[in-house]
């Protein structure tokens, strides 16, 4: 009882000098493809008025926890510590907060604090070159127009208001007197070599493996083909969702909702294709 008694009196006394720390983050880079290295560089400042202890602080990092040490800091000091993010797998993770805590030497009482303070770093699916898809139907220069169809064609879409870099000589002076304003004329290419891809995201087709992984790396690798040779692109999921439309350009907003794609049990192929069917070109 009396061992007991000095133990508890002694982590009490122990736990009173509590660190307090600030950490700023930083990670470089906050996009990085699976299995590449992404470093965080953590800052940690002293602010209290007497010297922190040397110290081990933990990460959150999604679910699991990345230890960091923290050496001795005098009052206002402050050390960087670059650490490894673990990039094994694809996912959106978030990386914080910080939580720095000191305990006893006989590990009876922990007192610490917890930075609020978080980023978010993709991971992005391994992607392979590759050739787009072939198209071997001609162009229709006199075909349907679309919104969403790449601009720089012959075919007249609409009128609209003129942005720098327009060129003059689509300026349609007529409308633009009416109106006060610069309008121009819109012209769109009335076709251009569509894919189509239906990621099946259905958990009970590809079980306990890494299926459904291999399955995304090979989405991305279409989707990057097609963005690159500036074909349009649309990709669909089994269970609805729209991941990239013909007016998405930019490869990583596509990488980056692949990263965050999972699977679900109620998702379905055979409804989605229906329905891919029935749209516009079939």
Not at 61 to 80: E, I, Q, R
Request: charged share 20%; hydrophobic share 40%; glycine share 8%.
């Amino acid at each position: 009882a009396v061992s007991g008694a000095f133990v508890g009196a002694a982590a009490a006394v122990w736990s009173l000098a509590r660190p307090r720390l600030r950490a700023e983050r930083e990670l470089r880079p906050n996009r990085v493809v699976e299995g590449l290295q992404a470093i965080a560089h953590l800052t940690v400042t002293n602010t209290s008025r007497r010297r922190s202890p040397s110290l081990v602080a933990l990460e959150q990092f999604g679910d699991a926890l990345v230890p960091v040490s923290v050496p001795s800091l005098a009052s206002g000091a402050s050390h960087t510590r670059p650490y490894r993010l673990p990039t094994d797998r694809r996912g959106v993770f978030r990386v914080g907060p910080l939580t720095v805590s000191r305990a006893d030497p006989f590990h009876v009482l922990r007192r610490g604090q917890s930075e609020r303070s978080t980023e978010t770093l993709w991971v992005h699916p391994l992607t392979h070159d590759m050739a787009p898809f072939p198209n071997g139907r001609a162009r229709d220069l006199e075909g349907p127009t679309s919104g969403e169809a790449p601009q720089g064609g012959v075919a007249f879409h609409t009128l609209r208001e003129y942005v720098v870099g327009d060129d003059l000589r689509l300026i349609h002076w007529r409308s633009s007197a009416r109106t006060g304003t610069l309008v121009v004329r819109h012209n769109v290419d009335t076709f251009q070599p569509r894919t189509l891809v239906l990621l099946d995201t259905s958990s009970a087709v590809y079980g306990t493996g890494d299926g459904f992984e291999q399955v995304v790396r090979v989405a991305a690798s279409l989707a990057l083909a097609s963005l690159r040779n500036h074909f349009p692109l649309r990709m669909r999921t089994s269970g609805g969702t729209l991941l990239v439309s013909e007016s998405t350009s930019r490869p990583d907003q596509v990488l980056d909702q692949l990263a965050a794609l999972g699977t679900a049990p109620t998702d379905s192929l055979s409804a989605v294709t229906r329905q891919a069917t029935r749209q516009p070109g079939g």
